[in-house]
């Protein structure tokens, strides 16, 4: 009888963060703790603090001022951003769910909603419609330029969708956009 042989692959461990990761992962905690308008320590010290080189410190200041999370007065110092706790959530649609000859009112019902409890909870709603990816998009992506540019630079903080395409959910999965679907891909979908 033959024996058989098991093998069990591990789960991969997830990669380590470069430094400038680290050094924004730990200026944000201290973002977050200090509060909207604090000042930070100075340059010097925050290098000092973290360990890092001037180039990562500035790269990670930048993402930081990128992300809203800081600012730097030349000068005078580095802050916390005033919108450091103020979250943008997206509302991606298919146009046709709203411009179809017999429109829904679910749809208008679900976008009031979302509109309500994003502005009780003090965040933003950034509505956008996906666009027909033969209008030359960009990348492959039926998104506006300037949505395209938030979700890269962290702007975006969440994403409920409608209708939009698998394509562009694995985008906003890649860009680790929290993403809850209706009537399209998201995050519900077997794989």
């Known amino acids: 009888m033959a024996t058989r042989t098991r093998t069990t692959s591990r789960p991969e461990p997830p990669p380590i963060p470069t430094r400038t990761q680290s050094a924004c992962a730990s200026?944000?905690?201290l973002a977050s703790e200090l509060g909207?308008?604090?000042?930070?320590?100075?340059?010097?010290?925050?290098?000092?603090?973290?360990?890092?080189?001037?180039?990562?410190?500035?790269?990670?200041?930048?993402?930081?001022?990128?992300?809203?999370?800081?600012?730097?007065?030349?000068?005078?110092?580095?802050?916390v951003s005033p919108e450091v706790s103020r979250k943008t959530i997206a509302l991606m649609c298919n146009p046709i769910f709203f411009t179809a000859a017999e429109v829904s009112p679910f749809w208008h019902i679900l976008v009031e909603q979302v509109r309500a409890s994003v502005s009780?909870?003090?965040?933003?709603?950034?509505?956008?419609?996906t666009t027909d990816p033969s209008n030359g998009d960009h990348d492959g992506i039926a998104l506006q330029m300037e949505v395209?540019?938030?979700?890269?630079?962290?702007r975006i903080h969440g994403v409920l969708g409608i209708g939009i395409p698998e394509?562009?959910?694995?985008?906003?999965?890649?860009?680790?956009?929290?993403?809850?679907?209706?009537a399209g891909y998201g995050n519900y979908t077997d794989h």
Not at 148 to 154: F, H
């Open 27 to 29: 200026l944000r905690r």
């Open 167 to 182: 394509k562009i959910g694995r985008w906003l999965e890649s860009n680790d956009v929290p993403t809850v679907a209706f």
């Open 36 to 79: 909207a308008n604090a000042r930070l320590p100075s340059f010097l010290e925050l290098r000092a603090n973290l360990g890092v080189s001037v180039v990562t410190l500035n790269k990670a200041l930048e993402r930081l001022e990128g992300q809203q999370v800081l600012y730097r007065r030349h000068g005078v110092g580095i802050f």
């Open 148 to 154: 395209m540019e938030a979700v890269k630079a962290g």
């Open 120 to 129: 009780e909870e003090g965040h933003r709603l950034l509505f956008q419609f």
